[in-house]
């Protein structure tokens, strides 16, 4: 009796662990879908996922092999790729994307490739998706702000390309990178510009170290710097 009493629980624990892993993946399958349409049809980005996962215990949400492109018809598609990453963890409030506020603790991005492509002053891919981000409504069809704020986000192991009309003028590799208190009510160029201090401090730090990986045109980013600064 006791051992029928003991296969009857086993058998009772392994349906429950197979009834809570087809609910992790069923919400796992709709959040990606739900991102990719958001992105598509908000963001006028393309997002890919190859996996996600979702842990509701932990407010986590992992995303492996991401890639966000914009649609900027000015840039090429090399120009428009904004984000190649291996994994992304975001940790905090994701569950209420569906209301009008969300609040994130931390982004962590490992392994990745940012690229920055200007195509005019002030214009880029990165102005246009954070603009997107800044417009974003609770509903594609109804007219209430989504609010969002993010406390940190942070990139280790990555490689921030950047582009001017087209050209290659920047190429950096840099151990982490890390932004705080992002969100939706600034002004993306003041957000790029906090995006690109800390790089620009990098790519000096790296030119002083002679690092021979270091790929720059110290005379086109000069130009662009200045002229970014002239505009605002």
């Given at each position: 009796?006791?051992?029928?009493?003991?296969?009857?629980?086993?058998?009772?624990?392994?349906?429950?662990?197979?009834?809570?892993?087809?609910?992790?993946?069923?919400?796992?399958?709709?959040?990606?879908?739900?991102?990719?349409?958001?992105?598509?049809?908000?963001?006028?980005?393309?997002?890919?996922?190859?996996?996600?996962?979702?842990?509701?215990?932990?407010?986590?949400?992992?995303?492996?092999?991401?890639?966000?492109?914009?649609?900027?018809?000015?840039?090429?598609?090399?120009?428009?790729?904004?984000?190649?990453?291996?994994?992304?963890?975001?940790?905090?409030?994701?569950?209420?994307?569906?209301?009008?506020?969300?609040?994130?603790?931390?982004?962590?991005?490992?392994?990745?490739?940012?690229?920055?492509?200007?195509y005019g002053t002030g214009r880029s891919n990165l102005h246009e998706f954070l603009k997107q981000m800044s417009d974003m409504k609770v509903?594609?069809v109804n007219s209430v702000p989504l609010r969002w704020q993010v406390d940190e986000w942070v990139m280790d192991n990555v490689t921030i390309?950047?582009?001017?009309?087209?050209?290659?003028?920047?190429?950096?590799?840099?151990?982490?990178?890390?932004?705080?208190?992002?969100?939706?009510?600034?002004?993306?160029?003041?957000?790029?510009?906090?995006?690109?201090?800390?790089?620009?401090?990098?790519?000096?730090?790296?030119?002083?170290?002679?690092?021979?990986?270091?790929?720059?045109?110290?005379?086109?980013?000069?130009?662009?710097?200045?002229?970014?600064?002239?505009?605002?």
């Amino acid at each position: 009796m006791m051992k029928n009493k003991l296969v009857a629980a086993g058998c009772g624990l392994l349906l429950s662990l197979s009834s809570t892993a087809v609910f992790a993946q069923s919400l796992s399958d709709a959040m990606k879908d739900g991102l990719q349409t958001m992105a598509s049809e908000q963001l006028n980005a393309d997002l890919e996922v190859s996996e996600l996962q979702v842990n509701s215990l932990t407010n986590g949400l992992t995303a492996n092999k991401v890639r966000l492109a914009t649609r900027v018809d000015e840039l090429s598609e090399p120009e428009n790729q904004l984000l190649l990453a291996k994994q992304l963890v975001l940790t905090g409030d994701w569950q209420a994307l569906g209301s009008s506020r969300v609040d994130i603790s931390k982004i962590a991005v490992s392994d990745a490739q940012l690229t920055v492509s200007y195509y005019g002053t002030g214009r880029s891919n990165l102005h246009e998706f954070l603009k997107q981000m800044s417009d974003m409504k609770v509903q594609k069809v109804n007219s209430v702000p989504l609010r969002w704020q993010v406390d940190e986000w942070v990139m280790d192991n990555v490689t921030i390309n950047l582009f001017d009309k087209g050209e290659p003028i920047l190429s950096v590799h840099v151990d982490e990178l890390a932004l705080t208190d992002l969100q939706s009510m600034q002004d993306p160029d003041a957000q790029v510009k906090e995006l690109l201090w800390p790089i620009l401090d990098q790519v000096v730090e790296q030119v002083r170290s002679g690092n021979s990986s270091l790929q720059v045109d110290s005379m086109a980013l000069s130009r662009l710097l200045l002229r970014e600064a002239m505009a605002f």
